[in-house]
């Protein structure tokens, strides 16, 4: 092989041709060997078709080349783009180390942006996106009863107004055609009380009782031992407990061997058939906050005389819709009405899937968090770009360099986006650190009554989101500055223009919009943020009709011996010994607290004439004397009960204020009689202020509460304690008083009164401290931004400012137009981010609560506090500017 | 006489022209040349076959391709050895001394023996 001749080198200039090198390449050997014919003395035109004939098929063996040489071609293409890559990627390397303060804050703010949003995915996934942890969980179907009630009072009615009774359930179980399988557990779980003995301290349990099918029609297989057998789940049936995963494991050391053998509840023998699977957490879908130790049979024929008392969800066969569903729910809950006269109400009833049932609610408050991180992420964005193009100044002579030595517009821009790209991921990577910390933080609040909230976890579908999250910020961030770079003037950039004044001001335009579209989004966090923080406050603020500071409650346990008589003096000596620990103020017992379980029964004032249908609901609550007081609950009128209030004398009972308006408008209800709450009418001797019973937001509804010692219907019982001091520093003393009447109290601790409260804000805590969290780091970053933007026009202007100020422009006056420019465009930001929050206002609406979603206090400081954070991040260039020194401005310029 | 002229079997070509490349860069008409003379006018490559075989062990960069000038002054495609081609060369031309050895073993066995059946 000889030496290429220089030209020959460029016979692919204009890029590389696979066809022509094939016929190139073929031509040559035919050349050759033609040639070689001629040589040995063929004549020439007959050689040449010798040398063809020789060959055979031309036209396949170039095809072939072709073909081959096109893939070789695209393989290089792709290599020589990995290789550029590669050097682009070692570029920004070394530029971002050359400038490690951007690069930090960059970083940093990236991750900020990207973190959250990964956390907010990760919880949006769990609660809205994922499906609930049961084989084939679409089509678990929820019932709601109660749908012919109106809305109002069906809240009312609390869990009663939405339950089942047994003969309901089995009706319908029995007849309908939608549903592969029926199931129901007892809501009511804590009327039986479950007192587990014989291993170590006696201890309370919560159990739930359920359908046979409960686990099999939910698709959850225990994982150790079995499912109950029908036999079971029949009145006399043998008693049988599954664990569930976590009690096995807490109580039992996770011992295998304890299935089949035989634990202590209640003083009798349970045979403990099986343990549930890790995965299978009750409260986490069916009772948020709640953490369940045990499951036993519901014996439906124990329950069918009570009244609706079963949760009900429905497998559906396949291919049965929600909608077919409810539709055939309709025909048949009317229809068993007309054949069961005796029913109490006809059971019209909701249908959702069950997902819908366990986070429906949240929808709303899940998609303002992410939009509200959505913002965070389009303000990280926008003060990207404009760091990027800070650094613009510096570097517009650099690219303009590559620009002229070559290098196309496209090149340049890709290397710009590279940049941005691998900032972006290394934020994310970053961020992915603070989300896995702020989702195992969200994760472990174990008392806050979000569903499934264990089951929140930074999975790889987060993972996923995060990478697209990423990658569409280093584009979006990236985009506008690379094409602002690469563009402009190649002559201008190069001349030793220094400030490079022309594209400068371009620039600053450019960045100006930036700033202002930063300060709408921040405006727009804060209006939220502001709205939902004033709710919260209302909320807070809302009169709760008792007082839950400085009292305590705690499950206790009485044993009278069946013997109704006796309960009314075991209670009330009891409370004796309980009062006389000191530090106690005052002791009481009721079945239930306020914003804790309830129960409804009838309330109608003795003589009046009620239309047929109308709503006669009321919540009961079964209280000892002294519990009225000691709950802080105040008496608008008449008498607390008292012990004398016994079996034999006259029953009574004590209302609300919104149940002495439903039967005795206008009236004083004292010493009125009432039926529907015992077998024989009732007297009324006390009204008490109202009582929020089922959640803050909702107003009271008629409620009756009636003495422990008239009454034996009480579902468990509750002591509360009244006192000065921490009430967990008075356990022990309490208990040790209880078991001296009764030895086999079981253990328990006080828990605050205020938790229930928590407890029934926690969801609206939760949201508005993230969101207000948010709104803090988007006014942070916006912040920044503003700083940013003046800081760097401050600089661009110095020789300006030092023009001015050597023609007698006074440091005060400089000072005031550099403010006066921030406070400009923070205006323009705020009048576009009023407009959008006005319509973002629309979105939250329904999460708010007597707060208007137009507030004018909530904009107003709104306003002001943008103001003052853009007033203080313009201050602090303003005052550089102001310290220009004419001389060294005009010498250096 | 007539030479026998062989058909070249499958997958041998490619070794060949590794093999034929081992001094260095070569086009593809000087490689259909270098194997029939080595193999005395008895291995004939045809150019349907050859070519193919270069491009496909080009595709699979066990040779590199480039542009030069031939002999006759001619533009020419060259092909040189990769190091992944001299590898696999070795191996490749391994292989086939076991096989021959192989094969030839088989064909000069002196008579079969019946096996011996066990009493």
Known sequence: MKKIPFWRRYARLLGADPVSDVKD????????????????????????????????????????????????????????????????????????????GFAVVAILVLALGIGVNAAVFSVVNTLLLRPLPFADSQRLVWFMGGKSIPAKMRAAAGLSGQTYTVDAYEEFKRNNQSFQAMTAYQTFYNSVQYKLTGSGEPRQLVAVEVADNFFSTLG??????????????????PPAALLSYYFWKNQFDSDPAIVGKAVTVNGKPVTVVGVL???????????PGMKVDMFVPAVMDFWRTWGNTLAVVGRLKPGVSVAQAQDEADRLFPHFKVIHPDWYEDYASDLTTLKDHVSGKLRRSLVVLWFAVGLILLIVCVNLSNLQLSRAATRSKELAMRRALGASRGRVIRQLLTESLVLSIAGAVLGLCFAFAIVFYIAHQGSMTLPLLGSIRVDSASLGWTLLVAVSVGVLFGVAPAVKMSGGNLQHALKDNGS????????????????????????????????????????????????????????????????????????????????????????GIADMLPLDRNRSWGLAAVGANYPKDRDDSALVYLVTPGYIPTLGMRLRAGRDFAWSDTPDKQHVIIINEAAARREWPGQDPIGKMAND?????????????????????????????????QNPDAEGATLVVRT??????????????????????????????QSLVDHAVSPRRFFVLLVALFAALGVLLAALGIYGVISYS???????????????????????????????????????????????????????????????????????????????????????????????????? | MEKPRLDLFRGTLDVLILKSLIWGPLHGYSITDFIRRQSDDVLLVEEGTLYPA????????????????????????????????????????????????????????????SPQEPA
């Open chain 1, 724 to 753: 000065k001091i921490a009430p967990e520093s008075l356990a022990s003393s309490v208990l040790t008083a209880l078991r001296t009447l009764n030895p086999s109290q079981p253990a328990s601790e006080f828990r605050p009164l």
């Open chain 1, 500 to 587: 490079g004044m022309a594209s400068g001001r371009s620039h600053e335009r450019f960045r100006a919009t930036l700033v202002v579209s930063e300060i709408a989004l921040a405006c727009v966090l804060l209006v939220g943020a502001g709205l939902l923080l004033r709710s919260f406050l209302r909320v807070l603020d809302v009169d709760l009709g008792f007082e839950p500071s400085h009292a305590a409650s705690m499950q206790v346990d009485y044993d009278d011996g069946g013997k109704f008589a006796a309960r009314g003096p075991i209670l009330q000596e009891m409370l004796r010994r309980v009062s006389a620990v000191p530090g106690i103020e005052s002791a």
């Open chain 1, 25 to 100: 390449e073929l031509r040559f050997h035919l050349e050759t060997k033609t040639d070689d014919l001629i040589r040995r003395g063929w004549p020439p035109g007959a050689a040449r078709q010798e040398a063809e004939r020789q060959f055979g098929d031309i036209r396949t063996v170039q095809h072939i080349g072709e073909r081959l040489g096109e893939k070789m071609e695209r393989r290089k293409r792709f290599n020589d783009y990995l290789v550029e890559c590669k050097r682009d990627v070692r570029y920004t390397l070394r530029s971002l180390r050359n400038n490690p």
């Open chain 1, 220 to 237: 959850v297989q225990p994982g150790k031992g079995r499912d109950f057998t029908r036999e079971e789940c029949q009145k006399g049936g």
């Open chain 2, 54 to 113: 270069l491009w496909r062990l080009e595709n699979k960069e066990l040779v590199e391709a480039e542009w030069g000038l031939s002999e006759n002054n001619r533009k020419a495609k060259f092909y040189r050895l990769t190091s992944a081609g001299r590898r696999r060369l070795k191996q490749e031309a391994n292989n086939w001394e076991t096989y021959v050895a192989a094969v030839a073993k088989v064909l000069s066995a002196p008579g079969l023996d």
């Open chain 1, 277 to 287: 699977p890790a995965s299978f957490d009750f409260g986490s879908v069916f009772a």
């Open chain 1, 794 to 893: 401050v600089t661009q202007k110095t020789q300006e400012i030092g023009v001015r100020m050597a023609l007698g422009a006074t440091t005060g006056r400089v000072m005031r137009d550099v403010l006066a420019s921030t406070l400009r465009l923070t205006v323009a930001g705020i009048v576009l981010g009023t407009a959008a929050s006005l319509a973002v206002g629309r979105l939250i609406a329904s999460l708010l609560y007597s707060t208007s979603p137009w507030d004018a206090r909530t904009f107003l400081g709104m306003v002001l506090a943008l103001v003052a954070v853009a007033l203080v991040s313009g201050y602090f260039p303003a005052r550089r500017a102001s310290r220009v020194s004419p001389m060294s401005a005009l010498r250096n310029g």
């Open chain 1, 677 to 709: 709450v015992d077998k024989t009418p009732v007297r009324v001797i006390g009204v008490i202020a109202d009582v929020r019973e089922s959640s803050l937001e909702v107003a009271s509804s008629p409620q009756v509460y009636i003495p422990m010692t």
